[in-house]
């Protein structure tokens, strides 16, 4: 009995925690569908006395925004296509082979997960001026290509391979790239999912470094076309508009969450992250 109440009272805990972490979404989407003109004094404070999509209507027409989604998949899925080559080279380099230095060097790659983005943000630029790759899907990815997290999370997936396996493989007379795609890759797609899914979301929301890098509409992604809405009045943003474009923004993230969920959850669980 005792064991049913502790389980009653983890869900309640649980359910809450829950509402409370969807308060500023569920916000962000009464706002948006609430009239513009109308005073806050009337209706209920969040959607007013009747539910309207002219907000979404007229942000749509603030900014390119078929553009800025290609600019951000073009973003996402390019960083995200490199990251996988660099972090299954150096996963593997640290957990299997052995060469002078490498424990320093791990600690050293390590040190970047302590050290806060905006701190590189005018070296990485001055970097991208000289290369001449100002405003261009390149200049976007560069600094993500390689990833310490990804590399951490690559080399504890590998150590937890049977080194056997591999050694059975060469046995055949397979080489590296053979031994990675038939032994190590496979049984690390979980850990791969695991990264790929926070990569993701962490890109799509970037904003200062675009902000930075960019200048047209051509390059630029969501999270920059969504600062246009800022300067839509003289008076400053209209609230509606900037929540109707702020869904705009994260309705891809929200529906790929709620669609793959589950597999989400077990990913980071078989993937060893605690």
Do not use: C
């Amino acid at each position: 009995m005792n064991t049913k109440s502790r389980f009653s009272l983890a869900d309640v805990v649980i359910i809450t925690l829950a509402l409370i972490w969807l308060i500023p979404l569920i916000f962000t989407l009464l706002m948006s569908v609430r009239p513009e003109i109308e005073p806050i004094t009337n209706g209920n404070i969040f959607f007013g006395s009747t539910l309207t999509l002219n907000n979404y209507a007229q942000t749509w027409a603030v900014a390119p925004w078929p553009k800025h989604y290609i600019n951000s998949v073009i973003f996402v899925f390019g960083t995200l296509a490199v990251q996988i080559v660099t972090i299954t080279m150096s996963g593997y380099a640290f957990a299997r082979m052995k060469f002078a230095g490498r424990d320093l060097l791990l600690f050293l790659i390590l040190l970047q997960l302590m050290i806060p983005t905006g701190v590189l943000i005018v070296q990485n630029f001055v970097t991208i001026r000289r290369l001449g790759l100002f405003d261009t899907h390149v200049a976007l990815m560069i600094p993500y290509w390689g990833s310490a997290f990804g590399t951490l999370l690559m080399r504890q997936a590998f150590r937890e391979v049977p080194f056997e396996l591999e050694e059975a493989a060469r046995i055949d007379g397979a080489n590296w790239l053979q031994v990675m795609r038939s032994v190590y890759i496979p049984l690390s797609i979980p850990t791969y999912i695991a990264f790929a899914l926070v990569s993701i979301s962490s890109h799509w929301n970037e904003f200062l470094w675009p902000f930075i890098v960019t200048r047209s509409d051509d390059v630029r992604p969501l999270t920059v076309g969504l600062s246009k809405l800022l300067k839509t009045t003289e008076v400053g943003a209209l609230y509606g508009q900037l929540m109707a474009g702020t869904i705009l923004v994260i309705a891809p993230l929200v529906i790929l969450f709620m669609l793959f969920q589950r597999r989400f959850i077990e990913s980071f669980a078989s993937s060893g992250l605690k």
